[in-house]
């Protein structure tokens, strides 16, 4: 989840808007069933499954970049500061019976290992990126059989206090959003905010380089799973190879490394969503400004996701057997009622002023 930076008459709105974007489109994958009445998967995980998500951790990386444009003194431990708030946050909201993967905790390692980042250039993040995106998964692939198992549900004050080891561990490498393999998209954020956004060429090469990279990670990995697709179901019969993997493949055979589906953190899988995730950043960029006040209310609401999300987990966790489609709908009309009105009169929303506040001191 980004923390926005404050907001300065330059602040692009299609960064808000590609935020915007991310967390309707996280909403809706937490509400509306993975699975029709006939088996298949619906539409919304088709189009959002893991590929929101991945938008989130991009954007994280964009905003940092932005955020930190400005090497001034003390900007690290602001960083640090930023990651605790945000771990908190996502602590307390573990501790709900929600039903969600929640995200925050992860997110506040994200931006500790940012830290050691911040002074490279865009060519020498958008190395690392694709090294962690193929390296990564493999790591992971070789440690998860000897580490135990990831705690169960999500990371919260209790596990923290009862389990530090294993919850670092559930952070780092088992866990539903794995830190290690999830560099990769706070890297290529970075390296992308890095860039000059505000350029219609740049605009077009990251929305073009975007759909290039996530269509070639696809197609190569349908070509490995010619051959790896029977291999896996020997091992694993009842596997759903193009379903979600909830962070991470199983460990029976290499070839599930191959595998592009949502949360499988392999190198295909994490190349593709890099990919939709400049795609997207790219079109909102460029779409933006044609749209004008047409797009403000989806810029408000990208420009404050930690306190809509943070309320989206508080409300799904409050209400059961409600109508999905009302569900969604309902707290999009009011989120965007509320992120207009609240920035109409401050320049942050409630979270973001409070993290930067803290930040800053």
Same mark, same amino acid.
């Given at each position: 989840?980004?923390?926005?930076?404050?907001?300065?008459?330059?602040?692009?709105?299609?960064?808000?808007?590609?935020?915007?974007?991310?967390?309707?489109?996280?909403?809706?994958?937490?509400?509306?069933?993975?699975?029709?009445?006939?088996?298949?998967?619906?539409?919304?995980?088709?189009?959002?499954?893991?590929?929101? !998500?991945? $938008?989130? #951790?991009? %954007? *994280?990386?964009?905003? +940092?970049? @932005?955020?930190? &444009?400005?090497?001034?003194?003390? =900007?690290?431990?602001?960083?640090?500061?930023?990651?605790?708030?945000?771990?908190?946050?996502?602590?307390?909201?573990?501790?709900?019976?929600?039903?969600?993967?929640?995200?925050?905790?992860?997110?506040?390692?994200?931006?500790?290992?940012?830290?050691?980042?911040?002074?490279?250039?865009?060519?020498?993040?958008?190395?690392?990126?694709?090294?962690?995106?193929?390296?990564?998964?493999?790591?992971?692939?070789?440690?998860?059989?000897?580490?135990?198992?990831?705690?169960?549900?999500?990371?919260?004050?209790?596990?923290?206090?009862?389990?530090?080891?294993?919850?670092?561990?559930?952070?780092?490498?088992?866990?539903?959003?794995?830190?290690?393999?999830?560099? !990769?998209? $706070?890297? #290529?954020? %970075? *390296?992308?905010?890095? +860039?000059? @956004?505000?350029? &219609?060429?740049?605009?077009?090469? =990251?929305?073009?380089?975007?759909?290039?990279?996530?269509?070639?990670?696809?197609?190569?990995?349908?070509?490995?799973?010619?051959?790896?697709?029977?291999?896996?179901?020997?091992?694993?019969?009842?596997?759903?190879?193009?379903?979600?993997?909830?962070?991470?493949?199983?460990?029976?055979?290499?070839?599930?490394?191959?595998?592009?589906?949502?949360?499988?953190?392999?190198?295909?899988?994490?190349?593709?969503?890099?990919?939709?995730?400049?795609?997207?950043?790219?079109?909102?960029?460029?779409?933006?400004?044609?749209?004008?006040?047409?797009?403000?209310?989806?810029?408000?609401?990208?420009?404050?996701?930690?306190?809509?999300?943070?309320?989206?987990?508080?409300?799904?966790?409050?209400?059961?057997?409600?109508?999905?489609? +009302?569900?969604?709908?309902?707290?999009?009309?009011?989120?965007?009622?509320?992120?207009?009105?609240?920035?109409?009169?401050?320049?942050?929303?409630?979270?973001?002023?409070?993290?930067?506040?803290?930040?800053?001191?």
């Amino acid at each position: 989840m980004t923390v926005a930076p404050p907001r300065p008459a330059t602040r692009l709105a299609g960064v808000d808007v590609a935020r915007g974007v991310a967390l309707l489109g996280m909403m809706a994958v937490h509400v509306f069933p993975e699975h029709r009445a006939d088996g298949s998967t619906s539409w919304v995980h088709l189009v959002a499954g893991g590929r929101a !998500a991945a $938008l989130f #951790a991009v %954007l *994280a990386g964009v905003g +940092l970049a @932005l955020l930190t &444009r400005r090497q001034e003194p003390g =900007l690290r431990r602001s960083v640090a500061a930023r990651a605790g708030c945000v771990a908190v946050v996502g602590l307390l909201l573990g501790g709900l019976d929600s039903g969600l993967a929640v995200i925050l905790a992860y997110y506040g390692v994200l931006f500790l290992v940012a830290l050691p980042l911040l002074r490279l250039g865009a060519r020498a993040l958008g190395l690392l990126a694709a090294g962690v995106a193929v390296v990564a998964p493999v790591l992971s692939f070789l440690l998860r059989p000897h580490l135990p198992p990831r705690l169960p549900g999500n990371p919260s004050v209790l596990t923290l206090v009862e389990h530090p080891g294993r919850l670092l561990l559930t952070l780092l490498v088992t866990g539903y959003y794995p830190v290690l393999c999830w560099t !990769a998209y $706070l890297c #290529a954020g %970075l *390296a992308a905010g890095r +860039l000059d @956004l505000s350029s &219609r060429v740049v605009q077009v090469r =990251l929305a073009l380089g975007g759909a290039v990279l996530a269509g070639a990670a696809t197609a190569a990995s349908a070509v490995l799973l010619v051959a790896g697709r029977p291999r896996i179901l020997a091992l694993t019969p009842s596997a759903d190879v193009a379903g979600n993997q909830f962070g991470n493949v199983p460990t029976t055979t290499p070839w599930w490394l191959a595998v592009v589906a949502p949360h499988a953190s392999t190198p295909p899988d994490l190349l593709h969503t890099t990919g939709t995730s400049l795609l997207v950043l790219g079109l909102s960029l460029l779409v933006a400004p044609l749209l004008g006040r047409g797009a403000r209310w989806l810029a408000a609401v990208g420009a404050m996701t930690l306190t809509l999300y943070a309320v989206h987990v508080l409300v799904v966790a409050s209400t059961d057997g409600r109508s999905p489609l +009302l569900l969604w709908g309902g707290q999009v009309l009011a989120f965007a009622v509320f992120a207009v009105a609240w920035l109409r009169v401050f320049d942050r929303g409630p979270l973001e002023t409070v993290v930067a506040t803290l930040s800053r001191r």
